[in-house]
Nanobody, 120 residues
Framework: QVQVVESGGGLVQSGGSLRLSCAAS????????MGWYRQAPGKQRELVAV??????NYADSVKDRFTIARDNAKNTVYLQMNSLKPEDTAVYYC???????????????WGQGTQVTVSS
């Protein structure tokens, strides 16, 4: 089993910055992807940014404002969010794709989410 714990959410004014952290632990042999998703009230969960072995992808709405970074030694991923807007308000979830041994089926694990609120 893989445990995923996010931190770093909070309340910030429009134009401000926040840095989210996500640490994975447990039965991990390798991690092939770490990413961030978000879900605003009444909306579907959407991809924000993902790092797949060093290849990164971002939602168009956050390009040039958000940066994802991984620390492979610590099984940790960060999301630096700059120039925040009220529409970035959501619960942010960390997703980890991993294998517990070389022969196992890859699994997806989610964190519990961290609230980000951007005031106008």
């Amino acid at each position: 089993q893989v445990q995923v714990v996010e931190s770093g959410g909070g309340l910030v004014q429009s134009g401000g910055s926040l840095r989210l952290s996500c640490a994975a632990s447990g039965s991990i042999f390798s991690i092939y992807a770490m990413g961030w998703y978000r879900q605003a009230p009444g909306k579907q969960r959407e991809l924000v940014a993902v790092d797949r072995g060093g290849n990164t992808n971002y939602a168009d709405s956050v390009k040039d404002r958000f940066t994802i970074a991984r620390d492979n030694a610590k099984n940790t991923v960060y999301l630096q969010m700059n120039s925040l807007k009220p529409e970035d308000t959501a619960v942010y979830y960390c997703q980890v794709g991993s294998k517990r041994d070389p022969y196992s089926i890859p699994t997806i694990s989610w964190g519990q989410g961290t609230q980000v609120t951007v005031s106008s």
